[in-house]
């Protein structure tokens, strides 16, 4: 179980009473977290959701606010923030920054199908298209600058064939830096995994978690989506789920030249990404029972993203 902090009765009891919103009814904790400590908080006028944040501190905050607000006035469901009796959206609860928003409808999805990708397509294409004039500017604190610094780090610790891998994706990430760095920006929510996204039924009700949000190039967010939710079992890319998300996405925004010539790079660059940061949590949480998701997966993965596949639809 990953609850890293768990408040007192007494203390969430007094912390819930600035909202009106009722008396405390139940609360439990939400077992699936990897970086914050998340409870279902019942009440008697609804379900909620209270985060205390657990990596960074709280100057992030007043950013995922913001964006929060952003998405929900554009008419995506994401769960805002709520205020409490004295307009206050950031608070802290058992010595950590405390968010309180609603709970969401549905439930996650184990195994993604094409209609699942296409819904997510179409969702990041909205949130895209409504934070891109211009975005929040937020730079994320695991970019490119940390994917170099810290998989330096990595490589040393990995066998030869693995390490060997990891090199050529960080040299590859120093020579194409810049024009990254060019492609069209906008806000990302940059981990829309799975378990980020509820469906209620065939339809996706919300997406949840944006605390690895920043903003950046689009194309980085899509890679990062295609490689959770079109990857088979061997590494390899769902033709079929990624020509859903793909061409749901490029109906409401077209790709450019650039962004396709750089597609294959950046599969491999979303990869490194999050190899990298389970390799650190893994040795940082050893044999702490906390849930820490398998690094082999997006070793796997990156293995695969050697040759290009799944080409962008056409480039306007």
Not at 67 to 89: F, I, K, N, Q
Not at 100 to 110: C, I, N, S
Not at 182 to 187: E, I, K, T, V
Not at 257 to 268: G, I, Q, T, Y
Request: hydrophobic residues 40%; aromatic residues 8%.
């Amino acid at each position: 179980m990953s609850v890293f902090t768990q408040p007192a009765r007494g203390e969430l009891e007094d912390f819930l009473r600035d909202y009106p919103l009722g008396r405390l009814r139940d609360v439990q904790p939400i077992e699936g977290g990897t970086e914050n400590s998340n409870f279902f908080v019942s009440l008697e006028r609804g379900e909620f959701v209270l985060t205390l944040v657990e990596r960074g501190g709280q100057g992030d905050l007043p950013f995922v606010v913001e964006l929060l607000d952003v998405l929900h006035t554009a008419g995506l469901t994401v769960p805002y923030v709520l205020r409490d009796t004295s307009g206050e959206a950031r608070r802290h609860l058992a010595g950590r920054p405390a968010l309180l928003q609603p709970r969401l409808d549905g439930r996650h999805v184990e195994t993604a199908n094409p209609h699942h990708c296409l819904e997510v397509g179409r969702w990041l294409a909205r949130m895209h298209l409504a934070t891109r004039g211009p975005s929040i500017e937020h730079p994320s604190d695991r970019g490119l600058d940390w994917m170099l610094a810290q998989g330096g780090q990595q490589a040393e610790r990995l066998p030869e064939g693995p390490r060997r891998l990891l090199e050529a994706v960080l040299d590859e990430i120093g020579v194409l830096r810049l024009r990254i760095g060019a492609l069209p920006q906008s806000n990302l929510h940059a981990d829309l995994f799975r378990d980020n996204v509820l469906f209620d039924g065939p339809h996706l009700s919300g997406v949840i978690d944006f605390y690895n949000a920043c903003s950046g190039p689009m194309l980085y967010d899509l890679a990062i989506a295609v490689n959770d939710w079109c990857s088979q079992v061997d590494g390899g890319l769902d033709e079929a789920r990624g020509q859903a998300l793909l061409g749901a996405y490029a109906a409401l925004r077209p790709f450019t030249p650039a962004e396709a010539e750089l597609w294959p790079a950046m599969l491999r660059i979303a990869c490194v990404r999050f190899w990298l940061s389970r390799l650190i949590a893994a040795q940082a949480f050893e044999g702490q029972g906390v849930l820490v998701k398998d690094p082999a997966e997006f070793h796997l993965y990156l293995s695969r993203r050697q040759r290009g596949e799944l080409p962008l639809p056409f480039a306007l």
